[in-house]
């Protein structure tokens, strides 16, 4: 797969954003995926697939969790562009038996609980959303965890076999909300609030001025682990349901 890679990372290099979406889209027709949390990052690259006009299918994981803003922001897409956003849901059945047994809270109990929600709620519907596709598309900066800066703009999913690309990865903030304010693209509001990452309601909390970028998520945990496992290294094993190593 390193040849697939640095192939496709020398027809995009050179190219902007929507650009390197435009040649992914025709390079894999049909085959390419965009997962939106409707975040800064993933406004901006929603704004540049509708934008454009870029036959690239945009999807959303809707764990049950998510913050009354991030709702608004998600209605105030679709009434803008018009393009539908596609919604993944936990499995009801895992999601009722986690429930029942451990209550709605349990994540904060102990990080095996933790990573159990995270994989009903997120990592199992993202598999079902990648499934049968080429080419994953993320709002990935590389400034935005030291664990990322480690990334490249062009990877090999392992664990979903296939290419992922982050198209703004080598953005910063400021680059971002200037994008947003040129462009009148609808932004969640937590973000002027101090929430630079925003994910389900009970998991992430504002910022302190000094604080790392991802110090609102899971700020009960080991501060240098703020992964979920959507955009880890690691795969899912299917029998335990714990994270591994490749």
């Known amino acids: 797969m390193n040849a697939l890679i640095e192939h496709i990372k020398k027809q995009?290099?050179?190219?902007?954003?929507?650009?390197?979406?435009?040649?992914?889209?025709?390079?894999?027709?049909?085959?390419?995926?965009f997962s939106t949390s409707f975040g800064w990052e993933d406004q901006v690259i929603t704004h540049m697939i509708f934008a454009n006009n870029i036959p690239i299918k945009v999807f959303?994981?809707?764990?049950?969790?998510?913050?009354?803003?991030?709702?608004?922001?998600?209605?105030?897409?679709?009434?803008?562009?018009g393009k539908p956003i596609h919604a993944y849901y936990p499995d009801?059945?895992?999601?009722?038996?986690?429930?029942?047994a451990k209550g709605p809270n349990s994540f904060y109990e102990s990080v095996d609980n933790r990573k159990e929600c995270c994989h009903i709620?997120?990592?199992?519907?993202?598999?079902?959303?990648?499934?049968g596709n080429q080419?994953?598309?993320?709002?990935?900066r590389a400034e935005q965890s030291a664990n990322r800066q480690f990334m490249s703009d062009v990877e090999w999913d392992e664990g979903n076999k296939l290419v992922k690309f982050h198209p703004i990865y080598g953005w910063d903030l400021d680059e971002v909300k200037q994008y947003i304010r040129e462009n009148n693209v609808p932004?969640?509001?937590?973000?002027?609030?101090?929430?630079?990452?925003?994910?389900?309601?009970?998991?992430?909390?504002a910022v302190q001025?000094?604080?790392?970028?991802?110090?609102?998520?899971?700020?009960?945990?080991?501060?240098?682990?703020?992964?979920?496992?959507?955009?880890?290294a690691d795969?899912?094993?299917?029998?335990?349901?714990?994270?591994?190593p490749l």
């Open 12 to 33: 995009t290099t050179g190219l902007s954003p929507v650009e390197a979406l435009r040649h992914l889209a025709d390079t894999y027709p049909g085959g390419v995926v």
């Open 60 to 81: 959303t994981l809707e764990t049950g969790r998510l913050f009354p803003e991030t709702y608004y922001v998600w209605n105030r897409t679709l009434e803008m562009y």
């Open 92 to 100: 009801a059945e895992s999601l009722q038996q986690m429930v029942s």
């Open 121 to 131: 709620r997120k990592i199992e519907p993202l598999k079902r959303a990648l499934a």
């Open 135 to 140: 080419c994953w598309i993320t709002g990935i």
């Open 187 to 205: 932004y969640n509001t937590l973000h002027d609030r101090g929430f630079p990452s925003i994910g389900c309601a009970p998991c992430t909390r």
């Open 209 to 232: 001025p000094g604080e790392d970028f991802r110090a609102g998520r899971w700020w009960w945990e080991d501060q240098s682990k703020k992964e979920c496992g959507l955009h880890s």
């Open 235 to 244: 795969v899912i094993d299917e029998e335990t349901k714990e994270l591994k």
